[in-house]
C-alpha cells in the first residue's frame, strides 16, 4: 500500500540543493507548505510505480505543472493518473497541470525542478 500523504509531509525530502526556500521564493509561508506538502505526496506514491523513472515539478502561485516520465503503458498510466486525482482530491486549493512524458530519456527542461524518487 502507497504511503498517506501525511506520511510524505513529515519526511520532506527535498530535491538535492534544494530547500523549500529555493523552491517557492515568493509565496506566502501557508501556501509554500501546502505547495510542499502537495509535491512531498505525489513524490511517494510515483515512487511506488516501478516503471516512472523521473518527475519534474514547476510552481508558480497555486499552480503547479507536473511531468511525470513513464512508458506508455496501460497499467503504468493508470497508476499514474490514481496517484494525479488523489493529489487533486487531497488539496483542492491548488491547481495542477500534470503531463506524462513518454520519452524517458528525454531532459527535464528549465525551470523544471527534478523531484527525487
Not at 21 to 37: H, K
Request: aromatic share 10%.
Amino acid at each position: 500500500m502507497r504511503e498517506s500523504c501525511q506520511t510524505a509531509e513529515r519526511k520532506r525530502n527535498f530535491p538535492k540543493g534544494k530547500s523549500s526556500e529555493l523552491a517557492v521564493p515568493i509565496l506566502t509561508e501557508s501556501l509554500s507548505n501546502t505547495i510542499i506538502s502537495a509535491l512531498l505526496c505525489f513524490q511517494t506514491q510515483i515512487a511506488a510505480i516501478e516503471k516512472v523513472k523521473k518527475v519534474a515539478y514547476r510552481p508558480k502561485g497555486k499552480y503547479i505543472t507536473i511531468w511525470t516520465y513513464a512508458p506508455p503503458e496501460d497499467e503504468t498510466l493508470t497508476e499514474i493518473y490514481t496517484a494525479e486525482q488523489h493529489l487533486i482530491e487531497t488539496y483542492p486549493d491548488l491547481t495542477f497541470d500534470f503531463t506524462v512524458i513518454f520519452d524517458v530519456d528525454s531532459e527535464i527542461p528549465t525551470g523544471f525542478i527534478p523531484a527525487s524518487l
